[in-house]
T-cell receptor
Framework: DAKTTQPNSMESNEEEPVHLPCNHSTISGTDYIHWYRQLPSQGPEYVIHGLTSNVNNRMASLAIAEDRKSSTLILHRATLRDAAVYYCILRAQGGSEKLVFGKGTKLTVNP | DTAVSQTPKYLVTQMGNDKSIKCEQNLGHDTMYWYKQDSKKFLKIMFSYNNKELIINETVPNRFSPKSPDKAHLNLHINSLELGDSAVYFC??????????????FGPGTRLTVL
């Protein structure tokens, strides 16, 4: 699985948008971009995934750069409950079932 | 109803003991996993089973033996526990036969402390 690079930590204020960046300059054409998050003392949970087009769901939006070398997870209005470690993970088509977690970005949300 | 459940939530034991962690999923998924999160918070895959058959074994010591009595359960048995086995163990499951697009659902974790 290709590598991703994320900032170690970010801070946001409650009810403001948050943009979490992920660089994946060695992404291949068939790698999907997945985001998971891990709230304190809980297991990871799926957030969103995409291939080329931007994606929206009830939790977040995923903006993918045109060259696919980077992507941004967007939380439109951060809440205290969004404080978590966010992981950007590439998954190759035809690749392994396992998720390969990096260090992720620890998001702190200030009230 | 909890989708992926693990028991126990906490496990404290002495070095050299044998212990088991149980995992059950009620999602009807075919694939189940065990991940380990160490003290530095790195999450790594240990095993994966699909329909009771082992498909991933990530160079885990053979003191760790997963057992899948049916596709809804994947238990983890650990022999001769060592200090370095102290970690949080997460069970997960998924259904999509295409790994690049599947979603994995994680349990709440079991915190194992070896004294």
């Amino acid at each position: 699985d290709a590598k991703t690079t994320q900032p170690n930590s970010m801070e946001s204020n409650e009810e403001e948008p948050v943009h979490l960046p992920c660089n994946h300059s060695t992404i291949s054409g068939t790698d999907y971009i997945h985001w998971y998050r891990q709230l304190p003392s809980q297991g990871p949970e799926y957030v969103i995934h995409g291939l080329t087009s931007n994606v929206n769901n009830r939790m977040a939006s995923l903006a993918i750069a045109e060259d696919r070398k980077s992507s941004t997870l967007i939380l439109h209005r951060a809440t205290l409950r969004d404080a978590a470690v966010y992981y950007c993970i590439l998954r190759a088509q035809g690749g392994s079932e396992k998720l390969v977690f990096g260090k992720g970005t620890k998001l702190t949300v200030n009230p | 109803d909890t989708a992926v459940s693990q028991t126990p939530k906490y496990l404290v034991t002495q070095m050299g003991n044998d212990k088991s962690i149980k995992c059950e999923q009620n999602l009807g998924h075919d694939t189940m996993y065990w991940y380990k999160q160490d003290s530095k918070k790195f999450l790594k895959i240990m095993f994966s089973y699909n329909n009771k058959e082992l498909i991933i074994n990530e160079t885990v010591p053979n003191r760790f033996s997963p057992k899948s009595p049916d596709k809804a359960h994947l238990n983890l048995h650990i022999n001769s526990l060592e200090l370095g086995d102290s970690a949080v163990y997460f069970c997960a499951s998924s259904q999509d036969p295409i790994p690049s697009t599947d979603t994995q659902y994680f349990g709440p974790g079991t915190r194992l402390t070896v004294l």
